[in-house]
């Protein structure tokens, strides 16, 4: 007679799921603590009286006493809750589908640790978008319209386009040729960490930052009087008169960009460094024994081998000089003749309160990026095949 065994779960298979459902339980009930006004002295009011301190918890509740120490008693169940509660979510989710039968198991498993990402995503990223699309098409009753998108037939809007474009071709385009030239440079010096690092530092400022420090690089003050602004007092220095830099169309849109390259280009640099270290050495040898010079090899060997580095960085910048606002806000807010989308966008919904016509530019902009971004892919789906 066959001896058939039937496999009965341990009950250590039982005690994570169990000690995740009372963690879960503790995460909620520190949720409601942050989530109430008085949670903090209600809750330090609570350990006192179960102390005996009656005086100490009544002070508390009267909004006076040890105020400091319910703060700092909200701090620490803000930290377990944030760090703690997405560790003990996974450890109950995880449990919980241990349970499971092997089959059943190996399929849902991957989504517990992606599925919380996917939401999050979804939530903050896929409604807002969706929303804003909608949005566009309405008007302030709701209904149908095409009106919101009569912002970019109106004459000025032809000149936001350029500078647009002008932000897109320029900025881009000098980022990424100083930094590929930059990167073979310092591979080749002594000093490459030092050199390197000068280049990355502006990359760790903000882009409202680095506004802020190119405004007074390009301060201007009327001739006779003395110029604080860094590029006048060169150029009056040499003889020359001040120019209104950040006022005078269109020189404003280059000085602008100029701080986008000065950040942008450290970005690109790291990554051509790193693809150009990956270049094999023996092809680099062979191309030189065949008598090409530094600027060949350069050239037709070692650009050709990262190109994929050189679309995904180019792809990259270009997303981010589409959607500039943070410079052109922090300079010249956009009115001497160096407007973009995204800071139009920005007046269209907070200044003149108009949601549609700011949606409308939201989701231009979101058209716009899409074919950067499809190329973007393209070159990573192409990398991998070729990897």
């Known amino acids: 007679m066959a001896d058939i065994r039937t496999e009965v779960p341990g009950p250590s298979r039982f005690v994570l799921p169990i000690l995740g459902l009372i963690a ?29 301190n009656t ?17 700092l008693l909200l701090a620490v169940i803000a930290l377990l809750v944030g760090v703690g509660g997405i560790w003990l979510l996974f450890l109950l989710v995880g449990g919980a589908v241990g349970l499971l039968q092997a089959k059943w198991r190996d399929r849902i498993l991957p989504w517990v640790f992606a599925g919380p990402a996917l939401a999050l995503l979804a939530v903050f990223l896929l409604y807002p978008a969706a929303g804003t699309i909608v949005r566009s098409f309405q008007n302030d009753k709701g209904q ?8 970019m037939v109106e004459p000025e809007f032809t000149q936001i386009l350029r500078n647009n474009a002008i932000w897109l071709i320029v900025g881009t385009g000098a980022s990424v040729i ?46 006779g009087q003395p ?81 994929g580095s050189i679309v995904t960085v ?18 010249t807010g956009g009115r001497f003749n160096d407007d973009v989308v995204a800071n139009r ?10 949601d549609g016509r700011g949606a409308a530019l939201a989701t231009l902009l979101f058209i716009a990026v899409l074919p950067v971004m499809y190329i973007n892919l393209r070159n990573f789906r192409r990398q991998q095949v070729e990897g």
């Not at 995460?27 to 102390?51: F, K, R």
Request: aromatic share 12%.
């Open 314 to 331: 180019s792809t990259t910048i270009a997303i981010v000089t589409l959607k500039i606002f943070d410079i052109v806000f922090a300079t």
């Open 345 to 354: 966008m920005f007046h269209e919904i907070f200044q003149f309160f108009e």
């Open 144 to 151: 149908f319209t095409l009106a919101n998108f009569a912002v």
């Open 55 to 71: 005086s100490g918890a009544t002070a508390l509740r009267n909004g006076s006493g040890d105020q400091v120490i319910a703060k």
């Open 24 to 52: 879960l339980g503790l995460c909620v009930a520190g949720v409601l603590v942050l989530y109430d006004p008085q949670g903090g002295p209600n809750l330090l009011a609570s350990i006192y009286d179960s102390l005996g």
């Open 178 to 223: 100083l930094g590929l030239i930059f990167a073979w440079l310092f591979d080749r010096v002594r000093r490459e960490a030092l050199a390197k690092t000068l280049v990355f530092l502006p990359l760790a400022i903000s882009l409202v930052g680095a506004s802020v420090i190119w405004t007074f690089v390009y301060a201007f003050q009327p001739a």
């Open 227 to 307: 110029q604080i602004g860094l590029l006048n007092a060169v150029l009056v220095g040499l003889g020359g008169k001040p120019i209104s830099w950040l006022t005078t169309s269109p020189i404003n849109v280059f000085c602008e960009i100029i701080i986008m390259i000065w950040l942008q280009t450290g970005f690109a640099m790291v990554v051509f460094s790193a693809a150009i270290k990956g270049v094999s050495g023996e092809v680099l040898e062979a191309a030189r024994l065949d008598g090409a010079t530094e600027r060949q090899v350069f050239v037709r060997v070692i650009v050709p081998m990262i190109r």
